[in-house]
């Protein structure tokens, strides 16, 4: 949307009228107006002001909305654009727009489901370890998979992403959904250990190994929680603000976690007071070869990234049996302090 032009009879662009405002002050006063107008709010809309002779002309880009209808607070309307003008909404026409935004929804899920069973049966785009692996997701809050694309050249080249955990990539390839980063390959198979495909779309899919190990030589191999905590917040430390920045279009963004091939090993924690709460307990398995963990909503940049992760780490040591997880201590400040770290 352009603000700062003038139209012909038939509602066509004619030409720049220049408008004399404060930029910062005037994106300030939409962003507010639209915060407290629309129910639920709209998120990822980006303004910016063009200089041009005489004056400043506003650019507002307003993405597809993930939610799909949006209620106007001052009159109770929901509105939908037609052509040049506007409309009110009817009963049926709610109706229908409701039933895109539940069929929205279902499309969501099942694109989760084939992202997670691509990693489960090997037909990702490159070559990934025979390995138990973490899944992370970084969402844009918009409707990512209408077709709407963003410029992803500034992460087609390596070096420019990061994979698991947390290190600019080594190399790059294109594919058909967009640019996969990914660590050196490690063997005559082609395998790697982790790789990061940045969607057109603005997603974010890092996926790393976790290597199970064995307290002693011959015993049973276990996957360590301290592992798969670190793999995610490493990635996230580094990853995130440019995410959002470049590809999201802004806060907020979901981030979505998960553990594929788990229920082959029983996890286990390096901590001993951890380990000690479930002496004498029968050892628990994951039933299911997808563990996702509930969604993180992050409405701004969080002050840390371990502690917006908490309550999900929680349900990850739950699966396993444990109370919650150990790597968040007490400080002496009473302050929660996360003590993971990679195996």
């Known amino acids: 949307m352009l603000f700062g032009l003038s139209e012909t009879a038939d509602g066509q662009a004619e030409s720049i009228v220049p408008q004399t405002f404060s930029p910062d002050a005037e994106i300030l006063r939409l962003t507010n107006t639209l915060n407290d107008g629309l129910e639920p709010k709209l998120h990822g809309i980006v303004m910016r002001a063009i200089d041009v002779q005489g004056g400043r002309v506003l650019v507002a880009r307003v993405p597809r909305s993930i939610v799909g209808i949006h209620r106007v607070k001052p009159d109770g309307q929901f509105y939908v654009r037609e052509s040049r003008s506007k409309r009110g909404l009817d009963v049926s026409g709610i109706r229908s727009k409701f039933a895109e935004a539940f069929g929205r929804e279902d499309r969501v899920t099942s694109f989760f489901a084939r992202r997670y069973s691509d990693i489960l049966a090997d037909t990702f785009p490159v070559n990934l370890t025979d390995s138990p692996k973490v899944v992370l997701h970084i969402v844009p809050n918009r409707a990512f998979l209408d077709g709407e694309e963003v410029d992803i050249s500034e992460f087609s080249q390596p070096g420019q ?28 198979l082609g395998e790697v250990r982790s790789a990061t495909l940045v969607f057109r779309s603005g997603l974010v899919e890092a996926v790393g190994e976790l290597v199970p190990h064995a307290p002693e030589q011959g015993r049973e191999q276990f996957i360590f929680y301290e592992q798969i905590e670190a793999l995610f917040v490493e990635f996230l430390e580094n990853a995130l603000n440019r995410t959002v920045e470049l590809l999201s279009l802004g806060y907020p963004v979901t981030i979505r976690m998960a553990i594929v091939g788990a229920h082959r090993y029983r996890a286990q924690s390096i901590s001993r007071d951890a380990n000690e709460n479930l002496d004498n307990v029968a050892p628990v398995r994951v039933h299911t070869p997808i563990l996702q963990l509930p969604d993180v909503y992050l409405e701004e940049r969080p002050s840390s990234v371990p502690l917006a992760l908490q309550k999900s780490f929680d349900r990850l040591w739950q699966a396993w049996g444990y109370p919650k997880s150990y790597c968040f201590k007490t400080g002496r400040e009473g302050q929660t302090i996360w003590q993971g770290k990679s195996q």
């Open 161 to 188: 992403f990061w994979t698991m955990p947390g290190i600019r990539s080594a190399f790059c390839t294109h594919t058909f959904e967009g640019a996969l980063h990914h660590r050196p390959v490690g063997s005559e």
